[in-house]
């Protein structure tokens, strides 16, 4: 599991394993609009403010990847403790 924490509000939310940060997030009234949930189509994208994404799309190129500033939440986890959305 990992932590997520929402810019706008400095609030963190607890992202379990098994549970994605689309639904984890949700679940606290806190909506990302979703189409595919398979890191397809990129309508979930979200810029990623702290923290190394552990990016699980196949939306972005490698490059955007490694630039590690925006991931895909419908799918796509984290590599260290906390992750900090620009949301
Ligand atoms: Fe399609 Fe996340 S909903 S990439």
Request: hydrophobic share 30%.
């Amino acid at each position: 599991e990992f932590e997520v924490q929402i810019a706008s509000t400095g609030k963190c939310y607890v992202i379990p394993a098994g549970r994605t940060v689309v639904e984890a997030l949700g679940e606290q009234g806190i909506e990302i609009p979703v189409s595919c949930e398979q890191g397809i189509c990129g309508t979930c994208i979200t810029r990623v403010l702290g923290g190394t994404p552990d990016h699980r799309d196949t939306y972005f190129s490698d490059a955007e990847r490694d630039r590690n500033d925006q991931f895909t939440p419908c799918c796509s986890r984290a590599k260290m403790d906390r992750l900090v959305l620009d949301i």
